[in-house]
């Protein structure tokens, strides 16, 4: 054999070992993008042995917030700057209905065995836990019966970090119990929202089921979008109302605004992105910049005379005159349970055909609305 030949051939067999030696960082490659939108939390299948689930803090620049390692195997070693989790989960506390929607379409409600402020919920399901004695109701979330949940002792609790507070964390570990942040509400887009399903579902070794949900769950707001390209004229839209003194309106980087503007709707404040998430304002504000606004959602009212007792000034503006008023209770039920917030928060594909229904109504003639209801 020549000796240019021979070379070759070790250069080969070197590079193909070097290649070979490396299977983690390829591994890491391959899974890298596994999100698309969401932004504060990270999935990472590298390791063989567990999942590492990393929440991002939003309110301390993104700096990291929590650690979650899963594994099958209670012998497997994780490091030390996480939480060790065993999965499949088997029981789960929530404290907050947005998680419900999520828990539904893995299937696992029936892990569900504690609930915060069981008259908020909207889900068949977890209503009927909480009449039989199943599922624990265990109070306002900011004041938890420690004694019921102690008796429950849930294998994990599915919580939210209001404003960045962690007093709750500690009062939970203080209790010996594992809180599990869920920080989908701070994500800036719906479909971020939506992809934490992706986070619920590695507890309950349902990654590939929760893909799925999602992927489908994706491509149904992405055809949704299609559906409203070719619109030039835009209705222009008010969200909200006041609230003891204070109109909190939807910022420019909210998700609410991304809505807006994937309907194919005007919003006055669709380029303020120097607020997070809202903008404080004032009856009189809203007055100036919407009230010749042709659309208006999201009021918590059961029928414009309703929203007019409650502030007089409404019937000022041009969608109230022209009762083109919604609210998003249309899944509600009169303890205050509203699926919007439960299913809704899992169903972007949802919001966005229900807002092109309301704003360009040919576009979606055999739609019924979901969560929307026009106020008479």
Request: with cysteine; hydrophobic share 35%.
């Amino acid at each position: 054999m020549h000796t240019k030949n021979l070379v070759l051939i070790l250069l080969t067999v070197f590079l193909i070992s070097l290649s070979g030696c490396k299977p983690q960082a390829q591994k890491e490659v391959q899974t890298k993008g596994e999100l698309k939108y969401a932004k504060i939390f990270d999935l990472d299948n590298s390791s063989n042995a567990y999942t590492k689930l990393t929440v991002f803090n939003p309110w301390n620049d993104y700096s990291i917030h929590s650690i979650y390692y899963l594994t099958n195997n209670e012998e497997t070693e994780t490091p030390s700057d996480g939480m060790k989790v065993i999965t499949p989960v088997k029981t789960v506390m929530v404290n907050s209905a947005t998680h419900l929607g999520f828990l539904s379409l893995l299937g696992e409600l029936d892990k569900v065995k504690g609930v915060c402020n069981a008259k908020y919920v909207y889900n068949l399901y977890i209503l009927e836990g909480v009449e039989s004695g199943t599922v624990k109701d265990l109070g306002d979330s900011f004041n938890l019966d420690t004694e019921q949940l102690l008796m429950l002792n849930p294998q994990i609790i599915f919580t939210t970090a209001y404003n960045g507070d962690q007093k709750e964390a500690e009062t939970l570990k203080r209790l010996n119990q594992n809180p599990i942040f869920n920080l989908e509400w701070q994500e800036s887009s719906l479909l971020g929202r939506a992809e934490w399903i992706k986070f619920i579902g590695a507890f309950f070794n349902k990654s590939a089921q929760a893909d799925s949900i999602f992927n489908d769950i994706e491509a149904n707001y992405l055809t949704a979008k299609q559906i409203v390209n070719h619109v030039s004229e835009k209705p222009s839209i008010l969200s909200g109302q006041d609230f003891r003194g204070t109109w909190s309106l939807p910022s420019g980087n909210s998700y609410a605004a991304q809505l807006f503007k994937d309907a194919k709707v005007a919003y006055y404040y669709e380029d303020e992105v120097a607020h997070q998430g809202s903008i404080p304002s004032s009856i009189e504000e809203a007055m100036v910049y919407f009230h010749n606004a042709d659309l208006w959602v999201n009021v918590q009212a059961k029928s414009l005379e309703e929203l007019e007792q409650n502030n007089d000034k409404y019937k000022l503006f041009k969608a109230f005159k022209e009762g083109n008023v919604y609210s998003n209770n249309k899944r509600s039920h009169a303890e205050g349970g509203n699926d919007y917030w439960e299913s809704g928060v899992a169903r972007p594909d949802l919001l966005l055909k229900d807002l092109i229904k309301v704003a360009h109504p040919s576009l979606l003639p055999e739609y019924e609305l979901t969560y929307m209801r026009k106020l008479d």
